[in-house]
């Protein structure tokens, strides 16, 4: 109570202090368009045979003496370099210091203390290098840390190149890397340093740390350095790299160059913990009124900024939420802020949305990277949301054997979602083949959303890592093509000039779904499957026309779509992916087990429980009335338990996970496919008329495959008639050998991954020709200039 009464006047002031602030900002804005702006100046690659060493200093008599013998000798193998020391008015004889006991390092006295921000301005007019590097006062660097920075700045369009940082006190948690992500969340800016040991080489970053970054000095005065407006501390250096970033330029990560900081060595010195987080809180709010010319991210700040200042009152303070105080002391900063912000839209060339977009691995790769229109070899990441091999499921069929096909056409880099740790084991083999793999294991208790507007597909495989993993992929791998499987993975999508992204419609969600609501138990379940349905569809028909192709399983499955897309019919291709190995199952027409039928499937899947149910229920018990002496074998991952059949328990053997599903195929004598839901091609279909094998199927469960009963398998919609179909087939093998034959040759003819995969890797060439040609190239680069 004490806290939100002390937070009320602030409250009560908010909403009228962000009125004005909107109006303020408005009409600066709205006087911006009105001026021409000159186009941006040339770039020029900057002289990197040397650097000026820029260290900002005040009161640190104890660090300067500590850290910068590292730096004198880091520096001391090149004449050209220059060390100079900053000192902001300190009163501890840290200047005189300095220069009786390195006379080689310059000592620039300011007769003020001028801030970091201002020292670190100081220090760059005073250089005499191309390239300077700003470092704190409480840096140890590596003998070799310059190198690797001044290699960094390969050409024109780079402004920074920070080090990776380590603690000096190892026990710390290292929460600074100088690997820094930035994004738009909730209102606000969202920045974090990252520790990914995989990032071995010069890699993109939302912006430099300002105490161990080297800077290209004419576009770091270009921008008008550290603003003042951040003053006294903290986000100067996140305010230059994404003004960097929208200048169209590029922010760079060098793991080779490692310094060692030790935390807070002058500020904590100086201010309270308290203090530094109200100085946090405001600048976070500064940062946006500067910086974010896009209207909607800055009305849905002032609005999360007035929620969030009321829930701090109520609940207490956060690193993720403003306070009431930090919009006040904002406010006081408005003229400031509008005329940064004024300086800020001058100096901008790229939009908000594309600045939070170039420093992702991906999209640095597709802007800056991506040019050659026919590379060789063609690298593709393919990424799976579910363990590949062994295959427990239909779908993991057709990625394992495509994967294995595509290793004869491309690069094949492999990123896969596994649930248990010990499913890594069986993807070695895989895993060798590849140019590269990556494991991540999926969370498990994913955070619920109530009432979201994405499917539960969807969001139980929002995984932050997963974003990070694949961006750093396309990047250090120079990935090509992104093949993505299955809808919940369409989400990593990216919106790429030149790089091709591919979706595999295992099955077409929505469609999935809506036939699956006929047979929902329960008012609840039906609504919770109805209102996914609705989310599936919106979702779905808004994500598929962001891809270059679209692969479905079957001209069914591409009619379907085309109904509710007709403009994705050119990126649609039911032609690339349904397939298996036709040659690696042995076609056996005859001698198998009297009296038997196989039914497969991996029970994760519902509509092979609900094709179980219903086959036991209503099909089983006709076919044993004409045939006692049958059985039904169930092969599948996770299989239900016994008494799940109830009466029919004894005529069923269930056999669980088997490691090759090759040998129960080559050895039951019908194959029951009694699916009632779903979408797509059935891969145990495929694997069953490969493998000489009689089927009797719904015409659903046979969609995209048979249309005719009797000419490649048998086909029935309801229990009595299924029923009938097996009995036939049962007693009359030579009938069931002569479908089993035909079954085998279309499949051979139509449906063999070695061809399907040999085009697949046609139409990804054709596709990254297409969006790298010289003309697309030029429209690309104009347009993502102006984004």
């Not at 579910?386 to 054997?401: A, K, R």
């Not at 299955?486 to 469609?511: I, K, N, P, S, W």
């Not at 897309?565 to 990126?571: D, G, I, N, V």
């Not at 009694?674 to 659903?700: D, H, N, Q, W, Y």
């Amino acid at each position: 109570m004490s806290r939100f009464l002390r937070a009320l006047p602030y409250l009560i002031l908010a909403p009228f202090l962000s009125i004005i602030a909107i109006a303020a900002l408005a009409i600066s804005d709205l006087a911006s368009r009105l001026r021409r702006r000159p186009a941006p100046p040339l770039d020029r690659q900057p002289d990197t045979t040397a650097a000026s060493v820029v260290i900002p200093s005040w009161n640190a008599r104890d660090l300067l003496e500590k850290y910068l013998p590292s730096v004198i000798e880091a520096l001391a193998a090149n004449g050209k370099n220059e060390l100079i020391v900053v000192d902001n008015a300190s009163t501890d004889g840290s200047a005189d210091y300095v220069k009786a006991v390195f006379p080689g390092v310059r000592v620039l006295t300011l007769e003020s203390n001028r801030g970091f921000g201002g020292g670190s301005n100081a220090g760059f007019e005073a250089a005499t290098n191309d390239i300077v590097v700003l470092l704190n006062n409480d840096m140890r660097v590596e003998p070799d840390f310059l190198g690797p920075l001044l290699e960094g700045f390969t050409d024109e369009k780079v402004f920074s190149v920070s080090c990776q940082i380590f603690f000096s006190d190892t026990e710390k948690k290292r929460e600074e890397t100088g690997l820094t992500q930035g994004w738009w969340s909730n209102g606000g800016l969202r920045v974090r340093h990252r520790i990914d040991e995989a990032v071995n080489r010069v890699f993109p970053c939302f912006y430099g740390g300002g105490g161990s970054t080297a800077y290209d000095r004419r576009k770091f005065l270009e921008l008008g350095g550290f603003d003042p407006l951040l003053a006294p501390f903290y986000l100067e250096d996140t305010d230059l790299g994404y003004m960097a970033w929208k200048r169209g330029w590029k922010v760079l990560y060098e793991p080779r160059s490692k310094v060692f900081h030790e935390h807070r060595g002058t500020i904590g010195k100086r201010f309270t913990p308290e203090q530094i987080q109200n100085v946090l809180h405001k600048n976070f709010i500064l940062f946006c009124w500067k910086n974010i010319h896009e209207w909607p991210r800055l009305l849905s700040q002032f609005l999360f900024a007035f929620a969030g200042a009321i829930v701090s009152a109520a609940f207490g303070n956060s690193p993720e939420r403003p306070t009431a105080s930090a919009i006040w002391r904002a406010f006081i900063q408005l003229p400031a802020a509008l005329s940064s912000r004024s300086r800020a839209r001058r100096l901008a060339y790229v939009s908000d949305t594309e600045a939070f977009l170039r420093p992702l691995g991906g999209y640095f790769r597709d802007r800056f990277e991506a040019r050659d229109p026919s590379p060789d070899p063609l690298r593709v990441l393919f990424v799976s949301p579910y363990p590949i091999s062994p295959p427990t499921h239909g779908g993991g069929v057709f990625m394992l054997q495509t994967c294995r096909q595509l290793l004869r056409h491309c690069e094949l880099h492999l990123v896969v979602l596994l649930d248990h740790p010990p499913e890594r084991d069986a993807h070695e083999e895989l895993a060798a083949a590849c140019a590269s793999a990556e494991f991540l294991l999926r969370p498990i208790g994913q955070a619920r959303r109530m009432a979201s507007l994405l499917p539960h597909a969807v969001r139980e495989f929002q995984i932050d890592e997963l974003d990070w993993l694949i961006h750093r992929k396309i990047c250090l791998d120079r990935v090509d093509v992104l093949q993505l499987e299955y809808l919940t993975m369409g989400q990593y999508a990216g919106r790429y000039d030149r790089l091709v992204c591919a979706l595999f419609e295992h099955d077409v969600y929505f469609q999935s779904i809506a036939r699956s609501l006929l047979r929902m138990r329960g008012t609840l379940a039906r609504f919770k499957a109805a209102y996914e349905y609705m989310t599936a569809l919106r979702y779905e028909l808004r994500l598929l026309p962001r891809f270059d192709m679209v692969q479905v399983c079957s001209p069914d499955n591409g009619a379907y779509l085309r109904g509710f897309l007709p403009k994705l019919a050119s990126r649609l291709d039911d032609r690339l992916r349904a397939g298996i190995d036709v040659a690696a199952y042995e076609f056996r027409p005859d001698g198998r087990e009297a009296d038997t039928m196989l039914f497969l499937g991996s029970f994760r899947h519902q509509p092979n429980l609900q094709a179980l149910d219903w086959f036991a229920e209503e099909i089983l018990p006709r076919v044993l009335a004409a045939r006692p002496q049958a059985r039904l074998v169930v092969v599948g991952s996770e299989p239900p338990l016994r008494h799940y059949l109830a009466d029919a328990s004894a005529a069923v053997e269930f056999r669980g996970f088997v490691p090759d599903v090759r040998e129960p195929l080559s050895r039951y004598g019908v194959f029951v496919c009694p699916i009632l839901s779903g979408s797509g091609v059935r891969v145990k279909l495929l694997e069953a008329f490969a493998s000489g094998m009689p089927v009797v199927s719904t015409r659903l469960g046979a969609e995209g495959l048979a249309s005719g009963d009797g000419a490649i398998c048998a086909l029935a919609d309801d229990a009595e008639t299924f029923a009938r179909r097996v009995v036939e087939l049962l007693a009359d093998p030579e009938r069931a050998a002569e479908m089993a034959a035909r079954a085998r040759a279309q499949v051979a003819e139509h449906r063999d991954i070695g061809p399907l995969t040999a085009r697949l890797a046609e139409a990804y060439r054709a596709l990254v020709e297409a969006k790298r040609i010289p003309t697309q190239t030029a429209a690309a680069d104009s347009a993502a200039f102006s984004r």
